[in-house]
């Protein structure tokens, strides 16, 4: 079965300094990873997935398939990055539902 | 509002009623998914929809709980003789590819 390991529940950081929210996984398989973010009081919004490569509100991500980690990047952090990040994975099989296997997840606070 | 919609937003019930859940999805999607999510936990998979057929059920769905999806359009997770270790959010997400959407949640409390 996968599994999704986020190892820090808190990290708090201040406004300017580089932020890295580690993700690593178990799994055998062709994983898709994604990285889902909830500010306060808001829903659960998908923040980005590893296929597009994309930088969304200047975090990155890269899929290492050596070490199984998918962190999370941010050279700079902003107070309203704030929130709590939750990284996710679906397998990607024959026959897959594309269920979100997600992790604890990580509280990011930004101090001024 | 376009996105998915959940109803109600919170639930306060006492232990041995039932109580009833309802999604809305986006529109065009086939796929709906629900999750619950307990303190200090991320979602955890309970059952998976496409169209209207009931594709997955984790073990976390004990016989207790019951979901459809009439006609593939809202669905409905029922939650009967409810314990006090059912209290948690209950998320429903949609999708048409991998990307899924969340609605608000219902938070349940049981008492």
């Known amino acids: 079965a996968q599994r999704v390991t986020q190892p820090e529940k808190l990290l708090s950081v201040f406004k300017g300094a580089p932020v890295e929210l580690k993700c690593n996984y178990s799994?055998?398989?062709?994983?898709?990873l994604f990285w889902y973010v909830q500010y306060s009081r808001q829903r659960l919004q998908l923040l980005l997935r590893h296929i597009s490569r994309e930088s969304i509100k200047g975090f990155t991500a890269d899929l290492n398939k050596g070490e199984t980690s998918f962190h999370l990047k941010k050279p700079f952090a902003q107070e309203e990055d704030s929130a709590m990040y939750y990284c996710a994975l679906i397998r990607i099989s024959g026959g897959s539902n594309y269920k979100l296997t997600f992790g604890k997840g990580t509280l990011l606070t930004v101090n001024p | 509002d376009t996105g998915v919609s959940q109803n109600p937003r919170h639930k306060i019930t006492k232990r041995g009623q039932n109580v009833t859940f309802r999604c809305d999805p986006i529109s065009e999607h086939n796929r709906l998914y629900w999750y619950r999510q307990t303190l200090g936990q991320g979602p955890e998979f309970l059952t998976y929809f496409q169209n209207e057929a009931q594709l997955e059920k984790s073990r976390l769905l004990s016989d207790r709980f019951s979901a459809e999806r009439p006609k593939g359009s809202f669905s409905t997770l029922e939650i009967q003789r409810t314990e006090q270790g059912d209290s948690a959010m209950y998320l429903c997400a949609s999708s048409v590819t991998h990307e899924q959407y969340f609605g608000p949640g219902t938070r349940l409390t049981v008492t």
């Open positions: 799994y055998s398989g062709s994983p898709e």
